[in-house]
Nanobody, 117 residues
Framework: QVQLVESGGGLVQPGGSLRLSCAAS?????????MGWYRQAPGKQRDWVAH???????NYADSVRGRFTISRDFAKNTVYLQMNMLKPEDTAVYYCHMVVAGVHQYWGQGTQVTVSS
């Protein structure tokens, strides 16, 4: 099993920034993996935000491209999401996600991000 633990959520004003972290731990897992972030706003479906592959390739949802940056520290088994120019529409529970060897999926418990003045 793999455990994913998010941190860094909180309350921020519009235009502000937050940095989310997700640390992977537990059982050994393949180096062939993709890590990313999803979010779920109140009353809405869980949507994909960004991902980064084991060789560093990144991609972003249109709604966050240019504002968010995903990165990972392979030595620490940690993925980050730097969120800048935050908007009220970014308010959601953010979930860390990992796909191992294209088959196994793991989810974090979620961390709340609230953007409000």
């Amino acid at each position: 099993q793999v455990q994913l633990v998010e941190s860094g959520g909180g309350l921020v004003q519009p235009g502000g920034s937050l940095r989310l972290s997700c640390a992977a731990s537990g059982s050994a897992f393949s180096s062939i993996n993709t890590m990313g972030w999803y979010r779920q706003a109140p009353g809405k479906q869980r949507d994909w935000v960004a991902h980064i592959t084991n060789d560093g390739r990144t991609n972003y949802a249109d709604s966050v491209r240019g504002r968010f940056t995903i990165s990972r520290d392979f030595a620490k088994n940690t993925v980050y999401l730097q969120m800048n120019m935050l908007k009220p529409e970014d308010t959601a529970v953010y979930y860390c996600h990992m796909v191992v060897a294209g088959v196994h999926q793991y989810w974090g418990q979620g961390t709340q991000v609230t953007v409000s003045s």
